[in-house]
């Protein structure tokens, strides 16, 4: 079978750039930031749906410990309520450090986010998330605006 010169050579360019992008350390996200914003997302499903009950028991000690579950519930109605559903959500960028003030060191995420609600195009939510002793990241802080 006789091919085109022109295919064999996308063929070759598509090999290389997909070895390119495998070799390439670089562009591989941190396994952190990932699993940090897992922890994001899982607990913005509870806060997109309302469930103030069901996003206050999975956030985190610290987020329990500063908000009781009635000033969560007012709080979430105030804040997401006048935003409308959210359309779409893409994560903008994820740190960590080791200090935050106020609080005791420890291991923390910082996951920013691009949001579209209904009645909010523009808007964007950052959450804090503290790695906790079993291992997961649970929120402990969000602003949306």
């Known amino acids: 079978m006789n091919r085109p010169v022109s295919w064999s050579w996308r063929r070759a360019l598509a090999m290389f750039c997909f070895a390119w ?6 562009l591989a996200q ?13 607990w913005l499903v509870l806060v997109d749906r309302g ?6 028991n ?22 997401r309520g006048p935003r409308g559903a959210m359309k779409s959500r ?3 960028k994820t740190g960590f450090q080791k200090t935050i003030p106020g609080v005791s060191d420890g ?4 996951v920013s986010y691009a949001t579209s609600f209904a009645d909010n195009a523009q808007g964007h939510e950052s959450l804090t998330l503290e790695h906790e002793a079993d291992g997961k990241w649970r929120v402990i802080g969000y602003f949306v605006r």
């Open 90 to 92: 893409t994560a903008v």
């Open 58 to 79: 999975a956030a985190g000690k610290k987020f329990r410990a500063a908000l009781s579950l009635p000033k969560w519930a007012d709080a979430l109605l105030k804040e």
């Open 30 to 42: 941190d396994p952190r930031a990932t699993a940090a914003q897992a922890g994001a997302r899982d």
């Open 21 to 26: 992008l495998a070799a390439d350390p670089s």
């Open 107 to 110: 291991d923390y995420a910082l």
């Open 51 to 56: 469930d103030a009950q069901a996003s206050w």
